[in-house]
């Protein structure tokens, strides 16, 4: 993992951790609810926490970025190739 990438993570959970707590600090004080519905907030705030990690690592994702070490051997090999099609 990258820096940015810890960073992202650190950063989601604790907004993430600060809007489910701004949500039941709204529904203990103002809104009435029934005792499910905390349950159904906590499960909402999880599974959004956690489709946005994932999307971010899909959008973030640089396993197709060229190696460097692979492309010095491809340049390697690729001149021994040449050499023996000579």
């Known amino acids: 993992m990258k820096k940015k ?6 950063g989601l959970c604790t907004f993430m ?6 949500g ?3 529904m203990g004080l103002w809104i009435p609810v029934r005792p499910k519905t ?8 999880v599974v959004l ?11 973030e994702d640089q396993s197709d ?3 460097p ?9 690729q ?5 023996k099609k000579r």
């Open 38 to 45: 905390y349950i159904w907030w906590f499960a909402a705030i």
């Open 69 to 77: 070490k692979r492309e010095k051997y491809q340049r390697k090999t």
């Open 5 to 10: 990438d810890i960073i992202f993570t650190i």
């Open 49 to 59: 926490t956690l489709v946005i990690s994932v999307w971010h690592s899909i959008k």
């Open 79 to 83: 001149r021994r190739r040449n050499k």
């Open 17 to 22: 951790g600060v809007l489910w707590a701004v």
């Open 65 to 67: 970025l060229p190696d």
């Open 24 to 26: 039941m600090l709204v």
